[in-house]
């Protein structure tokens, strides 16, 4: 790949939007080119202070009221059925789980695919009900504690403040049919929810998905099972993913 | 396990289940491309009710792209009735029609004054560009996404993009110069 090349396509690699075989090109001509790398680093400096500083409006509370009243009777017109039926799967979370566990699992992938989609399930209604922490806390050592007794295991939790994603309090949610601790997390104004539960009843695994337009990511480390969720790019919550890692003791 | 789990009381309808929580990428990009607080709200609440209408036809896949062509259409009609804004984007083609340098120096990105003035250099550019920018630096979307919200060729959501960012660099630059004469 040449200087020409290089530059046509800088944006869309920083912007996540290369293949795999041209953006190792890319990465192997920035290594030997210092002009078009720093044209990848100001790229790169652009898209962080756009995502950082730009104003991202907040609707009012007022307004999702006003949205509610004006909708239609609700039920009357559902439309879709099968697709209904699959979100109040997905949204009844555990109940799905609990017939599959029943049932025993599929392959770990289908397992791991499921959990994903009950904590995407989990991400959008502690958006929905306005119940996005059950503890309020900007303290990692408040909100740990806050757990204490009220769940078998101890989320780590993890001050990330510093690196762009405050901690902004903590809930009790339901994964898998378990009790689950999500830590509420912030970026910009996004929301990013970490589910954490045990993991002795079957792994979640490292994968990567996207639903709904919601991505989320998961792993398992030390017994306990992860899932981050948001609307944020898959790149920045891999980034998060990578901190909170780093951080964990 | 193995118990069963009780769902919340009532189970809000699918239509807010899915739709709700992408309000506020709604109401940003309203806000964002009408400029204006309340005919972003009523903007928004319009593209609501549509949304509900046309829910049928919605089967699945990213709700939040979904939402948002609806909210982007919504708002380009109120904007052709008002003539408040006219499309710009002939004029910057000319103009730009080399796309080499859209970013500059890292540290022109880094520098306080120019972070400031983000928002007015936005604000400043035409109702298309403010449009790519916002879906894709504040919502986060991919290019396929914003290529099916905008309702454009894959291809143009890119060079759009690149004139967007090379547009709102001239405006910073403008902005920072105006701001600290030296």
Same mark, same amino acid.
């Given at each position: 790949?040449?200087?020409?090349?290089?530059?046509?396509?800088?944006?869309?690699?920083?912007?996540?939007?290369?293949?795999?075989?041209?953006?190792?090109?890319?990465?192997?001509?920035?290594?030997?080119?210092?002009?078009?790398?720093?044209?990848?680093?100001?790229?790169?400096?652009?898209?962080?202070?756009?995502?950082?500083?730009?104003?991202?409006?907040?609707?009012?509370?007022?307004?999702?009221?006003?949205?509610?009243?004006?909708?239609?009777?609700?039920?009357?017109?559902?439309?879709?059925?099968?697709?209904?039926?699959?979100?109040?799967? $997905? $949204?009844?979370?555990?109940?799905?789980?609990?017939?599959?566990?029943?049932?025993?699992?599929?392959? $770990?992938?289908?397992?791991?695919?499921?959990?994903?989609?009950?904590?995407?399930?989990?991400?959008?209604?502690?958006?929905?009900?306005?119940?996005?922490?059950?503890?309020?806390?900007?303290?990692?050592?408040?909100?740990?504690?806050?757990?204490?007794?009220?769940?078998?295991?101890?989320?780590?939790?993890?001050?990330?403040?510093?690196?762009? *994603?405050?901690?902004?309090?903590?809930?009790?949610?339901?994964?898998? $049919?378990?009790?689950?601790?999500?830590?509420?997390?912030?970026?910009?104004?996004?929301?990013?929810?970490?589910?954490?539960?045990?993991?002795?009843?079957?792994?979640?695994?490292?994968?990567?998905?996207?639903?709904?337009?919601?991505?989320?990511?998961?792993?398992?480390?030390?017994?306990?099972?992860?899932?981050?969720?948001?609307?944020?790019?898959?790149?920045?919550?891999?980034?998060?993913?990578?901190? *909170?890692?780093?951080?964990?003791? | 396990?193995?118990?069963?789990?009780?769902?919340?009381?009532?189970?809000?309808?699918?239509?807010?289940?899915?739709?709700?929580?992408?309000?506020?990428?709604?109401?940003?990009?309203?806000?964002? !491309? !009408?400029?204006?607080?309340?005919?972003?709200?009523?903007?928004?609440?319009?593209?609501?009710?549509?949304?509900?209408?046309?829910?049928?036809?919605?089967? +699945? +896949?990213? +709700?939040?792209?979904?939402?948002?062509?609806?909210?982007?259409?919504?708002?380009?009609?109120?904007?052709?009735?008002?003539?408040?804004?006219?499309?710009?984007?002939?004029?910057?083609?000319?103009?730009?029609?080399?796309?080499?340098?859209?970013? +500059?120096?890292?540290?022109?990105?880094?520098?306080?004054?120019?972070?400031?003035?983000?928002?007015?250099?936005?604000?400043?550019?035409?109702?298309?560009?403010?449009?790519?920018?916002?879906?894709?630096?504040?919502?986060?979307?991919?290019?396929?996404?914003?290529?099916?919200?905008?309702?454009?060729?894959?291809?143009?959501?890119?060079?759009?993009?690149?004139?967007?960012?090379?547009?709102?660099?001239?405006? !910073?630059?403008?902005?920072?110069?105006?701001?600290?004469?030296?």
């Amino acid at each position: 790949m040449n200087c020409d090349d290089t530059r046509r396509l800088l944006d869309a690699d920083v912007d996540g939007e290369l293949d795999l075989a041209r953006h190792l090109e890319m990465a192997a001509h920035l290594q030997s080119c210092r002009d078009c790398a720093q044209a990848a680093e100001a790229s790169r400096a652009r898209a962080a202070a756009l995502r950082e500083h730009l104003t991202r409006f907040p609707a009012s509370p007022a307004l999702a009221d006003r949205i509610r009243q004006s909708l239609p009777a609700r039920s009357a017109r559902n439309p879709a059925p099968a697709w209904n039926f699959w979100r109040l799967a $997905g $949204g009844a979370a555990a109940l799905a789980a609990c017939v599959a566990i029943g049932f025993g699992w599929g392959t $770990g992938r289908a397992r791991s695919v499921r959990m994903a989609d009950e904590a995407v399930a989990d991400h959008v209604r502690s958006l929905m009900v306005s119940h996005l922490t059950d503890v309020a806390s900007t303290d990692q050592h408040t909100v740990k504690p806050w757990f204490a007794g009220k769940l078998e295991f101890s989320p780590p939790v993890v001050d990330l403040a510093i690196a762009g *994603y405050p901690l902004i309090g903590g809930r009790l949610d339901e994964i898998a $049919g378990q009790p689950a601790a999500a830590l509420v997390y912030r970026r910009r104004q996004h929301v990013i929810n970490l589910l954490i539960w045990p993991a002795a009843a079957g792994s979640v695994g490292a994968g990567r998905h996207r639903r709904d337009g919601y991505e989320a990511e998961s792993w398992t480390q030390d017994g306990l099972n992860f899932v981050a969720v948001s609307e944020i790019p898959a790149a920045e919550l891999a980034d998060f993913v990578a901190l *909170y890692r780093a951080r964990v003791p | 396990m193995g118990e069963s789990v009780p769902l919340p009381a009532q189970a809000p309808a699918p239509f807010e289940q899915i739709m709700l929580p992408h309000l506020d990428a709604a109401y940003s990009l309203a806000r964002w !491309l !009408l400029r204006h607080e309340h005919d972003a709200e009523d903007c928004v609440q319009e593209a609501y009710l549509l949304a509900f209408k046309a829910f049928a036809r919605f089967r +699945g +896949g990213d +709700g939040r792209a979904w939402l948002l062509t609806i909210v982007r259409n919504a708002c380009y009609s109120r904007m052709r009735k008002s003539r408040r804004e006219e499309p710009a984007v002939a004029f910057d083609e000319q103009l730009h029609g080399a796309i080499e340098d859209t970013s +500059g120096r890292a540290d022109f990105w880094q520098r306080a004054d120019i972070r400031e003035a983000l928002d007015r250099a936005l604000d400043r550019l035409p109702a298309e560009f403010r449009e790519v920018l916002v879906l894709h630096e504040l919502e986060g979307l991919a290019y396929k996404e914003i290529a099916a919200v905008a309702a454009i060729p894959l291809g143009t959501v890119m060079s759009r993009l690149a004139r967007a960012r090379a547009r709102l660099q001239a405006e !910073l630059r403008q902005l920072t110069q105006e701001d600290s004469p030296r």
